[in-house]
């Protein structure tokens, strides 16, 4: 991976990272997977990201796709990564420091991931600025990259994870989403929105095996509606991630510091204790990870109440554009910028519309440009970015 240092300190950013720039560059340790991928890790992630593809699920109908068999949708490589991809974008101490992911960009270079594949990552610290910010004021914003190698040496994807660090202190005084109350939704609205679903389903179950052609600019994606999201959704997103199944990691013997970040007390992991009670390193339970299905640790680190996983707000996105693109489209890149999380009570919509399409001199397939919006049901912005879509022809292979 190519690394370069472009951190900025401006004067009125009260902010020590010496301990961070001795990271970057630096190749990162970090666990990985003891085992092969299994189907039903692939049925689960499909699963707990709510995307009822069945290409993802059914063998039968994986059997008569492109793939021939079960195949992991596009999302699931950040599932066999242990810290959501985003571990070496938490490098270095920061006193009284929590994060929350701020985005992801992901290159696509083809292979897929299927049942029996071993799937192993290769990290490292990218770069770093930091700014003032509204929410936390004197704020990091790192990135840090993941590459994804299947056991034939093929380099699948990679992730560059951007990581908001900043102190948990400071965003509680500064209370910039407390007063944020959790909807209340009426069985009307409740039947709406699962109508609302249903029609999204619908966009891809109706395209099946076809191929999607004759994308122009200006064309308009389905709506995703995801949600009313509640401790229970974020708690089965949580469990389909691999990580979180004891003992399904090794540690590879890299260096990290990830668990050495500055962390508050509350939201560290006793990764000796851990050893009688695996619940205590387990991050749900007791961890940095607590706060998204408990309001007490939400509130310690400046949210009003639980709170979902930035990795499966990325997840919802490639899932969305690979649905629209179908099994024979394939997405090259995606960049994605998150302004706030999806809280418990709020709905989710996702948009897209394509706004270029390209031929390339060198492919007889088009690449589409698709700007995606993610929005809650006050019509605010909770992430948005520009995606590219290999698309097919009548004879694409």
Aim: charged letters at 25%; a negative charge; aromatic letters at 10%.
């Amino acid at each position: 991976m190519t690394n370069k240092r472009s951190n900025s300190i401006p004067d009125d950013v009260d902010f020590d990272t010496s301990d961070v720039d001795r990271w970057i560059g630096v190749p990162l340790g970090g666990g990985q997977l003891k085992d092969p991928v299994g189907a039903n890790d692939i049925r689960r992630w499909a699963q707990g990201m709510q995307n009822p593809n069945p290409l993802y699920f059914d063998e039968a109908v994986a059997a008569e796709s492109r793939f021939g068999r079960l195949t992991a949708p596009t999302s699931f490589a950040v599932c066999t990564d242990d810290s959501h991809g985003a571990g070496p974008a938490i490098q270095g101490y920061i006193e009284g420091q929590h994060m929350l992911f701020g985005g992801d960009e992901w290159w696509f270079f083809g292979p897929r991931i299927h049942p029996g594949d071993r799937i192993k990552q290769e990290r490292m610290l990218f770069d770093y600025k930091a700014t003032m910010t509204k929410f936390a004021g004197p704020t990091m914003f790192s990135r840090g990259d993941t590459s994804y190698i299947n056991d034939r040496g093929e380099v699948i994807c990679r992730q560059r994870s951007t990581s908001i660090r900043y102190r948990a202190q400071l965003a509680r005084e500064r209370a910039e989403f407390m007063d944020r109350s959790e909807p209340t939704w009426t069985d009307a609205e409740l039947d709406d929105i699962e109508k609302q679903k249903l029609a999204y389903y619908d966009s891809f179950l109706d395209l099946g095996h076809g191929r999607r052609l004759g994308v122009k600019e200006g064309d308009l994606l389905p709506r995703r509606p995801l949600g009313p999201h509640s401790v229970a959704t974020f708690s089965t997103e949580w469990r389909s991630f691999l990580m979180t199944v004891w003992g399904a990691y090794g540690h590879d013997g890299g260096p990290s510091s990830l668990y050495q970040s500055g962390w508050l007390p509350e939201m560290s992991r006793d990764l000796e204790a851990a050893k009688k009670d695996p619940t205590l390193g387990d991050g749900l339970y007791h961890g940095p990870s607590r706060g998204h299905v408990q309001d007490r640790y939400a509130q310690l680190i400046g949210l009003p109440r639980g709170y979902g996983y930035g990795a499966s707000m990325g997840a919802w996105i490639l899932d969305y554009l690979c649905n629209w693109a179908g099994e024979w489209g394939d997405l090259l890149h995606s960049e994605m910028s998150f302004r706030s999380p999806a809280l418990t009570g709020d709905l989710t919509y996702l948009d897209g519309e394509v706004i270029g399409v390209e031929q390339p001199k060198d492919s007889a397939q088009p690449i589409a440009s698709v700007r995606v919006t993610m929005t809650n049901q006050h019509d605010e912005v909770m992430a948005q970015g520009v995606a590219e879509v290999r698309l097919p022809t009548e004879t694409s292979s």
